[in-house]
């Protein structure tokens, strides 16, 4: 009686069974043998880690979210994963582009008060001459 490695789910099964006892995939479009080491290299994948990462970086940081939401892409096999990673990628470049408008539009506001607040020291430093 052989072992062999459910693909969709990595647990070791009997190979004379026709489907997957843990997750129901038929095992004879998706039978694979790898050992349980290269199992376990696979779960951290599928695990969805890097969707979820990708996820909270899109909101905290946009450019990192993008890259992480990338490579998630090209090793998520869950479709839930990978549309996660695209959701990532989406949130990522939109909020790129939105604190890219509100960055423009505050610099000069920024520079503005830092003159009024130059020169308000000035007058100060004028009337306390002065008076």
Do not use: W
Not at 43 to 72: R, Y
């Amino acid at each position: 009686m052989g072992m062999i490695y459910c693909s969709e789910c990595g647990k070791q099964i009997d190979e004379n069974q026709s489907s997957c006892p843990h997750c129901g995939v038929l095992l004879n479009q998706h039978i694979f043998t790898q050992s349980p080491r290269e199992t376990r290299n696979t779960d951290i994948v599928e695990n969805g880690s890097i969707a979820i990462c990708a996820m909270i970086f899109s909101f905290l940081f946009p450019p990192i979210g993008i890259v992480l939401g990338i490579l998630g892409l090209n090793k998520q096999r869950n479709k839930t994963n990978l549309n996660l990673c695209k959701a990532a990628i989406i949130i990522s470049f939109i909020l790129t582009i939105v604190y890219v408008i509100i960055l423009v539009n505050l610099i000069p506001f920024l520079a503005d008060t830092a003159d009024s607040l130059e020169k308000g020291n000035r007058l100060k430093n004028i009337l306390s001459f002065l008076f």
